[in-house]
Structure formats: C-alpha cells, structure tokens
C-alpha cells in the first residue's frame, strides 16, 4: 500500500527497530515509547483495522499473538505480564490505518483500561 508508514517499515523504505519478524508478521518499537517496552506488532499485509478482518485473513490474528508471545519471552516480560491492545478507528485512537497491537510492558498498569 503506498503512503501506508507500516508498509514501509516492512519493505524497510522507513528505519526502525525490529524485535521479531518472520514470513507473515514483524514487530518493531513504537516510535513513540509509552511502557519501558512498547513493541508494534503487524501483518506483512495491509490490512487497515480489525473492521477489514475476514475468512481470508483471520489467521494473522493467530501469527500476531503467537508473536506476541515468543516477544514477550524474548523481552523478560512472560511472568510479569504484558498488554496486548488494538484500537480501531477514530474514538479508539487509531492514527496509523494499517492493523496493529500495541505490546506493552515494564510498568504496573493496574487494572484500568481507560
Ligand atoms: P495507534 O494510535 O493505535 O494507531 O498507534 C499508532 C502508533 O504508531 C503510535 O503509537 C505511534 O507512536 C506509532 N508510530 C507512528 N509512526 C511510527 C514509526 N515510524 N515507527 C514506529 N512507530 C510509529
Ligand atoms: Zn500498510
């Protein structure tokens, strides 16, 4: 997808810092660190939010939580926990229209969700 700033992170038009990649997903820092750990993760396609997931593509939800998992494992952060979070469309803050979640860790987060 032209002009999409995920699709080119993956076609490695536009830098960033990898944490986990393989055929159908990569995950790389946010730009913007919100948790002493803040990890993007995102299919290789574009997809633009949850709203475009269908029967054709439902199997990269599977591939970014097993990411997520083997990230988790990788940064420390299996036992203490971590927060998985995707927003979808504009009342839920969704700035970049390529699917992704937000793997966030390091800090106690308690149990609030907004
Ligand atoms: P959302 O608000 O859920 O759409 O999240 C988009 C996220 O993408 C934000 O947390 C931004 O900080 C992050 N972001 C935007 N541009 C980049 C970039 N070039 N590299 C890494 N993260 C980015
Ligand atoms: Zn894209």
């Not at 993956?10 to 990890?39: C, G, K, W």
């Not at 054709?56 to 494992?73: E, G, P, S, V, W």
């Not at 927003?87 to 699917?99: F, K």
Request: net charge negative; with cysteine; glycine share 6%.
């Amino acid at each position: 997808m032209d002009n999409c700033i995920f699709c080119k992170i993956i076609n490695r038009e536009l830098p960033s810092t990898i944490q986990y990649e393989d055929d159908r997903v990569m995950a790389f820092n946010d730009i913007n660190q919100e948790a002493p750990i803040h990890v993007l993760i995102v299919p290789k396609v574009h997809i633009q939010s949850v709203n475009d997931i269908d029967e054709t593509n439902a199997d990269y939800l599977k591939d970014i939580h097993l990411a997520a998992k083997k990230i988790a494992q990788k940064l420390g952060v299996s036992e203490k926990g971590y927060r998985l979070i995707n927003n979808c469309g504009e009342s839920a803050g969704q700035t970049v229209p390529h699917l992704h979640y937000h793997l966030l860790a390091g800090v106690d987060m308690g149990t609030k969700l907004i």
